[in-house]
């Protein structure tokens, strides 16, 4: 699976913009996807998952409730919806495959990014205050 993460930019506080992570081969709708982000200086930090047929998302604590994770398989792609932006969601944004098809795990399964096998290029957000 290859993937290819996009729709950043710059926005002001308050704001919302969706990220897109498109994919190509074979297993991808056959796999859960992440999203992860990481802000100059610190460390990659889970911010959603999606399992393969899109029945159960998976959400970071500082996300939940503001960003929604969606998917569609026909269109090889996974979203990222995120609302009511803060400057601290300021990061580079990356999509991820996980490793293992058809799982059905838990926050703290797809939380770790040993559990995915390939990633896309990031997309950067920038949220000013």
């Known amino acids: 699976v290859q993937l290819q993460a996009s729709g950043g930019g710059l926005v002001q506080a308050g704001d919302s913009l969706t990220l897109s992570c498109a994919a190509s081969?074979?297993?991808?709708?056959?796999?859960?996807v992440g999203w992860f982000r990481q802000a100059p200086g610190k460390a990659r930090e889970f911010v959603a998952a999606?399992?393969?047929?899109?029945?159960?998302?998976y959400y970071g604590a500082s996300v939940d409730g503001l960003f929604t994770i969606s998917r569609d398989n026909a269109k090889r792609s996974v979203y990222l919806q995120m609302n009511s932006l803060k400057p601290e969601d300021t990061a580079d944004y990356y999509c991820?495959?996980?490793?293992?098809?058809?799982?059905?795990?838990?926050?703290?399964?797809?939380?770790?990014?040993?559990?995915?096998?390939?990633w896309g290029q990031g997309t950067q957000v920038t949220v000013s205050s």
């Open positions: 999606i399992t393969w047929d899109g029945s159960r998302q």
């Open positions: 081969g074979r297993t991808f709708s056959n796999v859960a």
């Open positions: 991820a495959a996980d490793r293992t098809l058809y799982t059905s795990g838990s926050t703290v399964y797809y939380a770790e990014s040993a559990n995915y096998a390939h």
